[in-house]
């Protein structure tokens, strides 16, 4: 290694490109999506127009979401041949392979496929925002050996997607949560998933390989998966007096305890207090003091004991719980937002055209030449 070539591993603090789409600021604890803070947004817009900022950079008019929505309702039925893919694997299979799956179908079934112009482009975005849920519904509901239900147009994105799923429609409640979820999880500058979306579309792949490829990163722990993780800790310690006990027992091996840290914020997410007062209204309509009790607990212990706080997917994984998703699909939920903030950064990708090809430093075997050559 030269000693003047600096190593970022995992490209810690590195500036890799510029983007319009959001903006996460450490130092002032905050995000923007396309300037707006997301607070003000979770707190007077509904998820689809929040779609509509990230993809426009614009909020949209009247006219503009009641066209956006109509376009929205007219792809949410699910594909049969997606529920066929669906069907050819097994119930074992983690949800998130699943819905890594339906991606590739509607993608190699999708008639602008090899279309990558903007315009194509943003169709594609709204085919698959739309898709989403009830492959995602269809999935946790043969798990639970039950049907599938079709989707009704007369209810927006997150109440339509809860019915898809419960067979009911939510309480305004739970209604209310579920969408500021999606909100919240809709985009996070160059996050891992995010940049490998954008790693492929610098290659001129597809819209569809992109996400897929940000499926499968966001799968991992240490990120998306984390919301699922965190209710397997939840699970493990069970009530708020065996936090201490388990606290230190992880610590001394030094695990990492899911939901907590996060590479660019360092006192906190700026996520968290909106999640987290979602949450207590959904422990308030369920009842659910026990869990805000564990929930309360392992967050006062942690922080006082390593001074790392909660990410958004410490509060997300107890809403999802309460709302009665199963653990294995709430990775599968941060897709259905997340696919928002990906497909605006392929086409921001897209548009910039520079492939993304780092450096390595070699630190193999010197040159050396193969017997009898
Ligand atoms: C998301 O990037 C994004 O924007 C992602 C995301 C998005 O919206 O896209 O915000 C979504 O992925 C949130 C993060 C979800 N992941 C988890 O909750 C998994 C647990 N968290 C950790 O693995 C960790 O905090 C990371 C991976 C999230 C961030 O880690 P960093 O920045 O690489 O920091 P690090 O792992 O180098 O930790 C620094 C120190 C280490 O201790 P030492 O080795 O120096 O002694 O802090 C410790 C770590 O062990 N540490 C933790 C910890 N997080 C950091 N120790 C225990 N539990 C943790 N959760």
Same mark, same amino acid.
């Given at each position: 290694?030269?000693?003047?070539?600096?190593?970022?591993?995992?490209?810690?603090?590195?500036?890799?490109?510029?983007?319009?789409?959001?903006?996460?600021?450490?130092?002032?604890?905050?995000?923007?999506?396309?300037?707006?803070?997301?607070?003000?947004?979770?707190?007077?817009?509904?998820?689809?127009?929040?779609?509509?900022?990230?993809?426009?950079?614009?909020?949209?008019?009247?006219?503009?979401?009641?066209?956006?929505?109509?376009?929205?309702?007219?792809?949410?039925?699910?594909?049969?041949?997606?529920?066929?893919?669906?069907?050819?694997?097994?119930?074992?299979?983690?949800?998130?392979? +699943?819905?890594?799956?339906?991606?590739? +179908?509607?993608?190699?079934?999708?008639?602008?496929?090899?279309?990558?112009?903007?315009?194509?482009?943003?169709?594609?975005?709204?085919?698959?925002?739309?898709?989403?849920?009830?492959?995602?519904?269809?999935?946790?509901?043969?798990?639970?050996?039950?049907?599938?239900?079709?989707?009704?147009?007369?209810?927006?994105?997150?109440?339509?997607?809860?019915?898809?799923?419960?067979?009911?429609?939510?309480?305004?409640?739970?209604?209310?949560?579920?969408?500021?979820?999606?909100?919240?999880?809709?985009?996070?500058?160059?996050?891992?998933?995010?940049?490998?979306?954008?790693?492929?579309?610098?290659?001129?792949?597809?819209?569809?390989?992109?996400?897929?490829?940000?499926?499968?990163?966001?799968?991992?722990?240490?990120?998306?998966?984390?919301?699922?993780?965190?209710?397997? +800790?939840?699970?493990?310690?069970?009530?708020?007096?065996?936090?201490?006990?388990?606290?230190?027992?992880?610590?001394?091996?030094?695990?990492?305890?899911?939901?907590?840290?996060?590479?660019?914020?360092?006192?906190?997410?700026?996520?968290?207090?909106?999640?987290?007062?979602?949450?207590?209204?959904?422990?308030?309509?369920?009842?659910?003091?026990?869990?805000?009790?564990?929930?309360?607990?392992?967050?006062?212990?942690?922080?006082?004991?390593?001074?790392?706080?909660?990410?958004?997917?410490?509060?997300?994984?107890?809403?999802?719980?309460?709302?009665?998703?199963?653990?294995?699909?709430?990775?599968?939920?941060?897709?259905?937002?997340?696919?928002?903030?990906?497909?605006?950064?392929?086409?921001?990708?897209?548009?910039?055209?520079?492939?993304?090809?780092?450096?390595?430093?070699?630190?193999?075997?010197?040159?050396?030449?193969?017997?009898?050559?």
């Amino acid at each position: 290694m030269t000693d003047t070539t600096e190593i970022r591993k995992g490209l810690a603090g590195v500036v890799v490109d510029t983007t319009a789409i959001s903006k996460v600021n450490p130092e002032t604890n905050s995000l923007l999506y396309r300037g707006y803070p997301v607070q003000q947004l979770a707190a007077t817009q509904p998820f689809e127009a929040v779609a509509y900022l990230l993809w426009h950079g614009e909020l949209p008019s009247p006219e503009q979401l009641r066209a956006f929505r109509a376009e929205e309702r007219a792809h949410r039925a699910l594909d049969p041949a997606v529920k066929a893919a669906i069907d050819l694997t097994p119930v074992s299979a983690h949800p998130m392979d +699943v819905v890594r799956t339906a991606v590739s +179908v509607l993608g190699a079934r999708d008639a602008e496929a090899s279309d990558s112009s903007p315009e194509a482009d943003l169709r594609k975005s709204v085919r698959l925002f739309a898709a989403l849920p009830a492959a995602i519904a269809y999935d946790q509901r043969r798990r639970w050996g039950r049907d599938p239900i079709e989707p009704r147009e007369d209810l927006d994105y997150s109440r339509n997607f809860l019915w898809m799923t419960f067979g009911e429609e939510p309480h305004e409640v739970v209604a209310r949560a579920f969408d500021v979820s999606m909100i919240l999880y809709a985009e996070h500058s160059f996050n891992a998933s995010t940049f490998t979306a954008r790693v492929i579309t610098s290659t001129m792949a597809d819209l569809h390989s992109a996400v897929v490829g940000a499926i499968g990163a966001l799968k991992g722990p240490l990120h998306g998966g984390a919301n699922e993780a965190v209710m397997h +800790v939840f699970d493990e310690i069970g009530e708020a007096a065996a936090v201490e006990a388990w606290l230190d027992e992880a610590l001394a091996t030094k695990r990492k305890i899911m939901g907590f840290g996060h590479r660019v914020y360092k006192s906190g997410d700026s996520r968290v207090p909106t999640m987290k007062a979602a949450l207590d209204t959904l422990v308030e309509h369920y009842g659910a003091q026990e869990l805000a009790a564990l929930y309360d607990a392992l967050e006062a212990h942690f922080v006082a004991r390593k001074g790392i706080h909660p990410n958004l997917d410490y509060p997300s994984g107890p809403a999802y719980r309460l709302m009665g998703f199963d653990t294995e699909l709430f990775t599968p939920l941060f897709v259905a937002a997340r696919v928002t903030g990906w497909t605006a950064h392929i086409m921001e990708q897209a548009a910039s055209n520079a492939l993304i090809r780092p450096l390595s430093e070699y630190v193999g075997p010197d040159e050396r030449q193969v017997p009898g050559a």
